[in-house]
Nanobody, 115 residues
């Protein structure tokens, strides 16, 4: 059984930074690409960034240059470093596999950015 647990969210002012962590249990982590996703109030969930097992990354246009994604396969963890945060980044952030699996969605971690 796979469980993904996100942490590291919080409230910051515009221009601030946060580092999100996602800890994965189960045997999938080392063999699958992972991604960070977010859902703002009243909006659909959207992909933020993805990372392959080998470390190749891609980012949504709205975070390019501000966010970085990384992973530690030995710790079954994936991270999202968020810099220059803006109010429009306010959302619940989730991790999941590259092609999200419904059963893997966790509680997410809330990020709130004030102006």
């Amino acid at each position: 059984q796979v469980e993904l647990v996100e942490s590291g969210g919080g409230s910051v002012q515009a221009g601030g930074s946060l580092r999100l962590s996602c800890a994965a249990s189960g045997s999938i982590f080392s063999i699958t690409a992972m991604g960070w996703y977010r859902q703002a109030p009243g909006k659909q969930r959207e992909v933020v960034a993805r990372i392959t097992v080998g470390g190749d990354t891609n980012f949504a246009d709205f975070v390019k240059g501000r966010f970085t994604i990384s992973r530690d396969n030995a710790k079954n963890s994936v991270y999202l470093q968020m810099n220059s945060l803006q109010p429009e980044d306010t959302a619940v952030y989730y991790c999941n596999t590259f092609k999200p699996i419904t059963a893997y969605w966790g509680q997410g971690t809330q990020v709130t950015v004030s102006s």
